[in-house]
């Protein structure tokens, strides 16, 4: 059984900084490909961000793209989110999923959220104005 364990979200002040994590278990996590996932209130979630299995890829969606990074440690078995120069607009609950395919091509960035199969409890993250 495959368990993500979320954490690093809290309250920021516009213009600040947080580094999410997500902690995996469960199977092998270097195969297969990360995600994180926002959804605000009142609103469907949506994708933020993707990485490769190989690491070689990632994609963001467009408004937080110069803003977040995600990467991931193999040894730790952990991804990331980094998130600068936070926005009003960014807060939401924030969930890391892990894909439904093993491997795949080294490029292979999964944005649907069918395409995930295991999803974390999720964070809270508040920007203040």
């Known amino acids: 059984q495959v368990q993500l364990v979320e954490s690093g979200g809290g309250l920021v002040q516009a213009g600040g900084s947080l580094r999410l994590s997500c902690a995996a278990s469960g199977r092998t996590f270097s195969s297969y490909a990360m995600g994180w996932f926002r959804q605000a209130p009142g609103k469907d979630r949506e994708f933020v961000a993707a990485i490769s299995w190989s690491g070689a890829g990632t994609h963001y969606i467009d408004s937080v793209k110069g803003r977040f990074t995600i990467s991931k440690d193999n040894a730790k078995i952990t991804v990331y989110l980094q998130m600068n120069s936070l926005k009003p607009e960014d807060t939401a609950v924030y969930y890391c999923?892990?894909?439904?395919?093993?491997?795949?091509?080294?490029?292979?960035?999964?944005?649907?959220?069918?395409?995930?199969?295991?999803w974390g409890q999720g964070t809270q993250v508040t920007v203040s104005s």
């Open positions: 999923a892990q894909a439904r395919r093993y491997r795949g091509a080294v490029d292979y960035i999964p944005t649907l959220d069918t395409e995930y199969e295991y």
